[in-house]
């Protein structure tokens, strides 16, 4: 039998080694910037086109390459970074691995002109797929330049895999702000499809977070500075009120080296987690600098993922730095532990003595920096009227959080419900069974659900999710017709954004102003809000509105859907009745009536369900003994 193992050819391994380090244009964005970096530089221009996949050129003023460095530089696991074993656990330069040219030259045309300080010419090498096609010297600035054209050229499946435009180019501005934020002291720009998008002079780290994320951000970061014998934290998080809906503006560095961790992700959350509403995140750039001997980053080609010889005392310095910075600018709240806070929102327990209280002293409760008056009664009696006085009113307050009906409508519900039983039992639910019951009286579960009598049982809607899917519909509908019905502002409202928000909002600007918004830009990143949607009226200032549509709109980029179809995704889900809204009888009849109005009244945005329905038979087998 004939032996069955064989060496793979060169250009096979590069290639397989190219899928694990080159995945798209922002990965190998990564690896030349960071090669940039290692390399001493001052300056580094990112210039791409065609979001990266026709053209990615890589500038920078570092120490360059002797000739025959820059022939070795294409050849696989030959690297300047590392001599022996020991040098793995010591790593303090961005790359090592001797993997990125070898990878990128097997997938792409690579174009390489580097020059030394010390020599008069520098070096050109043409390169496609591992394979050089020139080499000889050449005129060429201090430092080094890579032109990779035609990423996957001689893989058209790869190709076939890359994301649209906008996509990419938003990994591609994710991967470029790691990397200046990692480096405020190096003076970077990006340019795409000859347009300028980022110029970041050298400063200092607040300096790169405000240039990146916006001007607001200047007076909403708050420095955390902790050093330790295991470990400096140092870096900024944002106040409470700058937190966002997404989480694209949280950044951990271990070494200037960008990582990804949940459970570090983790320690600085909880110390907001009485500070913001739920799906809110706050911004932080936190920088962990440890000894290289403590961690191991050769866990996976992109270096993202790292291990530490002690991550949870890693997670404790961290937990107390943010948590001491937040205490530092008076951010965390201050506790009363002597005070229920629960009574302390009852007339009885936080009024001053009257003059009706013959019978009573007055003395002031200094532990708290309320410093209110508290009554001391003289007699049992008193206290226990009192006591039941402040019991009641508590009560009442409870009952008051949520609408009840009254006796009369009650009773005319349950004579409803009963009649709306006793018919005739049907097996799915038939349009007809809504239709018929659309006059009756609906209730409101917890604030969330809408229940409605129907002829086969009851229905429980879900106000939300309906509302949702009654607004994709409408705005899908506004889109294609162009008759939104738009909110005009009596005084125009200016709105700056940072880069990467601009530059989406720019792209869907005709499809957003068919929505019902009135847009116009107005000098770089800057637009002027002259009307909004007429359903968000009584939801969102206009800031709001359009920040919610573009964190949106970021979060869906990866859906199959095409592209009004996210927008009208993000719209509903900013302008929808949300769950714990107090609804009228007559709202929630006109949503029912609306949602059944609907090409898929089933079906929420999140691939779950609007309504569901209870049968009789299966509420009969509810009530049976046994159960």
């Known amino acids: 039998m004939a032996d069955k193992i064989n060496l793979l050819p060169d250009n096979i391994a590069n290639q397989i080694a190219a899928g694990e380090v080159i995945q ?44 025959m460095d820059a022939r070795m530089s294409f050849e696989r696991h030959a690297t300047s970074k590392i001599k022996n074993i020991d040098d793995l656990f010591l790593i303090k330069t961005m790359g090592f691995r001797g993997e990125a040219l070898a990878s990128i030259a097997a997938v792409a045309q690579v174009e390489l002109k580097t020059r030394r300080v010390e020599d008069e010419m520098g070096t050109l090498i043409l390169n496609e797929g591992c394979e050089v096609i ?36 938003k990994h591609i501005i994710d991967e470029f702000q790691r990397i200046v934020l990692a480096h405020p002291d190096v003076f970077f720009s990006l340019n795409n499809n000859g347009t300028e998008i980022f110029h970041l002079p050298k400063g200092t780290l607040k300096q790169r977070i405000v240039a990146l994320f916006g001007k607001n951000y200047q007076e909403k970061l708050v420095t955390v500075n902790e050093e330790t014998s295991i ?29 990804k961790s949940a459970y570090l992700n983790h320690a600085v959350q909880i110390n907001f987690s009485q500070l913001l509403q739920k799906d809110n995140y706050p911004l932080y750039v936190l ?38 910075a937040l205490a530092q600018f008076s951010i965390t709240p201050s506790l009363d532990f002597n005070q229920d806070t ?8 936080t009024r001053g003595a009257t003059k009706s209280d013959d019978n009573s002293m007055t003395h002031f409760d200094t532990s708290s920096h309320y410093f209110r008056p508290i009554k001391t009664k ?18 009442a307050a409870i009952k008051n959080q949520e609408p009840e009906m009254d006796e009369n409508d009650s009773q005319t519900f349950v004579s409803k419900f009963s009649a709306a039983t006793s018919g005739k039992e049907s097996s799915q639910l038939q349009l007809t069974d809504v239709a018929q019951f659309s006059e009756q009286l609906m209730m409101q579960l917890h604030n969330r659900y809408i229940l409605s009598a129907i002829k086969s049982g009851f229905m429980l809607v879900d106000q939300q999710a309906a509302h949702e899917r009654i607004l994709f519909e409408k ?77 949106q709109l970021r979060e869906n980029l990866e859906l199959k859907l095409n592209q009004r179809e996210k927008l009208a995704r993000a719209m509903a889900k900013q302008a929808a009745v949300k769950s714990g809204t107090v609804l009228s009888n007559k709202e929630m009849k006109t949503l029912v009536d609306e949602l059944f109005g609907c090409e898929k009244p089933y079906a929420a945005l999140n691939n779950k369900l609007t309504f569901v329905i209870y049968k009789l038979p299966d509420i009969e087998k509810l009530f049976e003994k046994g159960n």
């Open 378 to 395: 003289n007699s049992d009696a008193e206290r226990n009227a009192d006591n039941l006085k402040n019991w009641e009113q508590m009560y």
């Open 134 to 169: 020139l080499q000889e010297p050449c005129q060429t600035p201090i430092g080094t330049s890579i032109s990779v054209k035609n990423l996957f050229y001689n893989v058209p499946a790869r190709r076939n895999f890359l994301k649209a435009n906008h996509v990419e180019l």
């Open 24 to 67: 798209r244009p922002s990965s190998m964005i990564k690896e030349l910037m960071e090669n940039s970096i290692d390399a001493g530089s001052t300056e580094i221009k990112l210039i791409i086109k065609d979001a990266g996949k026709l053209l990615v050129q890589v500038i920078d003023n570092g120490c360059g390459m002797s000739e």
């Open 475 to 551: 705005f899908l509908a506004y889109m294609t017709k162009q008759q939104a019905a738009s909110q005009h502002q009596l005084f125009p409202v200016k709105v700056e954004l940072a880069k990467q928000d601009a530059m989406l909002l720019k792209e869907n600007l005709p499809d957003i102003n068919l929505m019902g918004f009135d847009l116009q830009e107005f000098g770089t990143d800057t637009f002027i809000v002259h009307g909004v949607p007429a359903e968000l009226k009584n939801n969102f200032n206009e800031k709001t509105a359009i920040q919610y549509l573009l964190n």
């Open 231 to 259: 470990c400096n934290i140092v870096g900024f998080v944002g106040t409470p009120d700058s937190a966002k809906k997404s989480r694209g503006e949280q950044f951990f560095f271990v070494n200037k080296r960008f990582i």
């Open 287 to 324: 920088f962990i600098e440890v000894d290289p001997k403590r961690i191991d980053i050769n866990v996976h080609p992109t270096k993202q993922e790292i291990k530490f010889d002690d991550d949870k005392i890693i997670y404790s310095f961290l937990n107390s730095a943010v948590r001491k």
């Open 342 to 349: 629960a009574f302390s929102r009852l007339e009885g327990f």
